[in-house]
């Protein structure tokens, strides 16, 4: 979780509350979120997040991530990113019963060796593991974000089903070209899927060499922070109920799409997200790299 400031207004964001809101309120899951939460905010965290259904296991700090936003991107970061050892994820994996996994952590809160602890837990009960890239390679250097590549993030990825970042995070390359073969290169190695934001653009959904471009939907801009936390929390959803990736990919580009439009009112539902997905399928285009 995160505060956000915009302009002068302080708001709770984080994937835990764009996605986690995604999935409990407009999905009907049973949510939960592992997070630090800063005693001085704690009221106005908790409240929002139950408010929209989300369950709170909360680890008790005395700072969280603030982020000053402008144009939709995190461009600043004040407050504090407090450490989750691997010992506390795996107490509370343990609970049992999860059917997706997502780990997207704000400001390298988690170290990259927890993501080992997952070939730990059977499969039998966690359909999909996911991960956003985001908090690994974020990097403050006088307050000002920045994006440093970890070479080790690689190496655990053959322990995740769904991997997305936005394009400028995948921060190895400069090109997007370069960077886009070099994701397919490795999806051959992998049974691995990544998502790839590109703003407003779409996605690339790369898997197994192949490179499929998702157009987001025609919509009017009205707040897209959130989007690709969106886009994750979806299309694990749908992957997790057995839907082929490519068809739970287009469910989250739409829900994420729906989400920059209905920023102040309720983002979508169900129905809504299946019935354009028959349409919007049509508009994918394979890529050729």
């Known amino acids: 979780m995160t505060l956000d400031k915009v302009g002068e207004r ?18 009907d899951v049973e949510t939960y979120v ?44 004040q407050g504090t990113s407090s450490k989750i050892s691997k010992e506390i994820i795996e107490s509370y994996l343990k609970v049992g019963g999860f059917s997706i996994v997502i780990i997207a952590p704000i400001m390298r809160e988690i170290d990259i060796d927890s993501i080992y602890i997952l070939e730990d837990f059977s499969r039998s009960t966690i359909n999909v593991v996911a991960l956003d890239i985001q908090g690994f390679v974020r990097n403050v250097v006088d307050n000002r974000i920045t994006c440093e590549w970890i070479e080790d993030l690689e190496l655990i990825l053959r322990y995740v089903d769904i991997v997305h970042g936005n394009i400028k995070e995948f921060c190895f390359a400069k090109e997007e070209l370069m ?27 790369v898997y197994s060499g192949e490179i499929f471009y998702i157009p987001s939907l ?9 989007a690709g936390d969106v886009l994750l929390a979806v299309a694990s959803y749908y992957r997790a109920r057995n839907e082929s990736i490519l ?40 890529v050729n790299i």
């Open 34 to 77: 592992l997070t630090n939460v800063d005693k001085n905010y704690r009221g106005l965290v908790l409240g929002l997040l139950n408010s929209y259904g989300i369950k709170v296991f909360e680890i008790k700090s005395n700072g969280m991530p603030i982020f000053i936003i402008s144009s939709g991107k995190a461009i600043e970061f």
């Open 247 to 286: 068809s739970s990919s287009v469910k989250g580009v739409i829900a994420a799409s729906l989400k920059v439009e209905n920023a102040y009112r309720d983002w979508f539902d169900r129905e809504t997200i299946e019935s354009i997905a028959q349409n919007h399928e049509r508009m994918i285009k394979v």
């Open 10 to 27: 302080l708001k709770v964001g984080g994937s835990g509350y764009y996605g986690g809101r995604a999935l409990a309120t407009y999905l």
């Open 179 to 205: 960077v886009v073969k070099n994701i397919k290169e490795l999806s051959t190695t992998l049974d691995t899927a990544f998502l790839v934001s590109l703003d407003a653009r779409g996605t690339y959904l």
């Open 218 to 226: 025609s919509v009017n801009t009205v707040d897209d922070v959130g």
